[in-house]
C-alpha cells in the first residue's frame, strides 16, 4: 500500500510539473547571398574553344552547345558577342578583348547572304532550345547598332545584311523597334552611316520579300512616316531622298514614299483648314492659308478641290437629331465658304470632280442622301457649278455610287435647267 502510494505522488508531480516545448533561444543568424564567381573571360573562351573544336562547323557547334554545362543564363550577352565579333568585347568598344577568339563569325563572313545566312540559321536553332536568350540577342543588337561607327564599312555592311536576313527568316528576339530606334543616333545620322545602313538592309530584305513586307517591318518599327529621319540633315529633302534610293534601284520604295508623303501633306492642309473653319476665320484669310499650303505640297489642282471639301465637311456641326437640320447644316456650310470653293474650282473638270465629292458625301453618309439636289442647287446659286456641269454629271456621270437615286433626285432641277436654257 505504501508502494502504490509513493508511485501515485510521484506520478502527480511530474504531471504538474512544466512541460518542455520546443520554442527555446533563437539564434538569429543573418542570411548572405553567396553569388557564383563572375567569369564572364573563361566562359568566353569556353565558347570560342567549342567553334575551334568543332573547326566552325555551325551545326556541331550548337549541338556542343546544346550539351555543354555553361552558365548561359549569366553570360548570355557574351554568347552574342562571341557569334557576332569572334570572342568577348572590350568593355565600351565592339572589338574583342585579349582572351580567345575564333574566325566564325558574322564580322569574319564575306559581305554575302550565303555567308551569313548559316549564323541566323545557327542562331534560330539556339533560340529554340535556349529561348531565354532572345532578350540578350536584342541587347547586344541594340548595343552595336548604337555603335555602328566603331564598325568598319565593310563590317556594317555585313551586320546589314546579317539584320536583314534574320527578319527575312523570322529570328525571334529581333522586333523592328530593336533595329530602327537605336540607329537614330543624331551623330550616327549626321555622318550618312544610318543611311548607308538602311539602303543595304532594304536591298537585301528586299531579295525574297516584297515592299509590302518591308513597309510592315518599318510600320511595327514607327518608321513608316519617319523615312526622311534617315537621311543627314543636310540631305534631307525629297529629291535626296528620291535620289539616292533610285540610284540605288529601289525605285518602288522612292515611289511608296512620294505617295505616302503626298497623303501626309493633304492630312495637314486639311487638319488646318477644318480648324480654321471651325474657328469662324475670316474667308479671305482661310483662303490665302489654302493657296501656301498647297503650293508648298504642290499638291494637283484636282486633289485640292477634294481636301477643300473634305475640310468644309469635317468641320460641319452635326446635330445627330434629323436629316432636315443636317441638310441644314451642310448647306449653311456651302454658303458660307462658297467663295473657298469658288477659288478653286476653276474649270469645269475641277468642278465636275466637286460634284464626284459631293455625291459619295452624301452616297457615303445616310443621313445625306435626301439633301443632294439642294447641295447641288445651293452651288449653281452661288456660281461655284457650272449649268454644263451639272449637265454633263446628270447625263455622262462615271461614278456610279448612288447614281441612280441622286439623277432621279436631280431630275426636276435639271428638267428647271433645261426649260429655262430654251427660253433663252
Avoid at 541594340?142 to 561607327?149: A, D, H, N, V
Avoid at 540631305?235 to 531622298?241: D, G, M, P, T
Avoid at 465629292?357 to 439633301?371: H, I, R, S
Amino acid at each position: 500500500m505504501y508502494q502504490f502510494a509513493k508511485i501515485f505522488c510521484l506520478r502527480l508531480f511530474c504531471s504538474s510539473k512544466e512541460k518542455p516545448t520546443l520554442g527555446g533561444t533563437r539564434i538569429k543568424t543573418r542570411k548572405r547571398n553567396i553569388a557564383a564567381p563572375l567569369d564572364p573571360a573563361a566562359f568566353s573562351d569556353a565558347v570560342v574553344q567549342i567553334y575551334h573544336d568543332n573547326a566552325g562547323d555551325l551545326e556541331l557547334v550548337a549541338k556542343s552547345i546544346e550539351s555543354s554545362d555553361l552558365n548561359f543564363t549569366r553570360y548570355g550577352d557574351i554568347f552574342f558577342e562571341v557569334i557576332f565579333i569572334g570572342g568577348r568585347t572590350q568593355p565600351g568598344t565592339v572589338k574583342s578583348d585579349e582572351g580567345e577568339r575564333h574566325t566564325y563569325s558574322v564580322i569574319d563572313c564575306e559581305p554575302k547572304r550565303e555567308a551569313i545566312l548559316p549564323s541566323v540559321v545557327y542562331i534560330q536553332k539556339i533560340l529554340r532550345r535556349k529561348p531565354f536568350l532572345i532578350k540578350n540577342l536584342e541587347n547586344v543588337t541594340r548595343r552595336f547598332l548604337q555603335s555602328l561607327e566603331l564598325f568598319e564599312e565593310n563590317e556594317r555592311k555585313k551586320l546589314a545584311i546579317f539584320t536583314a536576313l534574320a527578319f527575312s527568316q523570322k529570328l525571334s528576339g529581333l522586333p523592328p523597334e530593336t533595329v530602327f530606334q537605336p540607329l537614330l543616333k543624331d551623330n550616327l545620322v549626321a555622318k550618312g552611316i544610318v543611311l548607308s545602313f538602311v539602303t543595304d538592309f532594304f536591298k537585301e530584305y528586299l531579295v525574297e520579300n516584297s515592299l509590302e513586307d518591308l513597309i510592315s517591318i518599318l510600320r511595327r518599327g514607327k518608321m513608316e512616316d519617319n523615312l526622311m529621319d534617315f537621311l543627314p540633315p543636310v540631305r534631307r529633302s525629297a529629291e535626296s531622298f528620291a535620289e539616292h534610293f533610285t540610284n540605288e534601284g529601289l525605285t518602288d520604295l522612292v515611289e511608296y514614299h512620294s505617295k505616302k508623303m503626298f497623303e501626309v501633306k493633304l492630312r495637314e492642309i486639311k487638319t488646318v483648314l477644318t480648324s480654321k473653319v471651325t474657328e469662324e476665320s475670316n474667308v479671305d484669310e482661310v483662303i490665302e492659308s489654302v493657296k501656301q499650303q498647297i503650293k508648298d505640297a504642290k499638291l494637283p489642282d484636282i486633289e485640292v478641290v477634294r481636301v477643300v471639301w473634305d475640310g468644309l465637311m469635317d468641320a460641319v456641326q452635326w446635330s445627330g437629331k434629323n436629316q432636315q437640320q443636317n441638310a441644314n447644316s451642310v448647306l449653311r456650310q456651302v454658303k458660307t465658304w462658297a467663295p473657298l470653293l469658288n477659288t478653286f474650282c476653276t474649270s469645269g473638270k475641277l468642278e465636275l470632280e466637286l460634284m464626284y465629292k459631293v455625291q459619295m458625301q452624301c452616297y457615303e453618309d445616310a443621313k445625306l442622301m435626301k439633301v443632294f439636289p439642294e447641295v447641288v442647287r445651293s452651288l449653281y446659286e452661288l456660281d461655284v457649278l457650272a449649268e454644263d456641269t451639272i449637265l454633263h454629271w446628270f447625263r455622262k456621270g462615271t461614278n456610279s455610287k448612288g447614281r441612280q437615286t441622286f439623277v432621279k433626285s436631280l431630275e426636276p432641277f435639271v428638267n428647271w435647267l433645261e426649260e429655262a436654257e430654251e427660253e433663252e
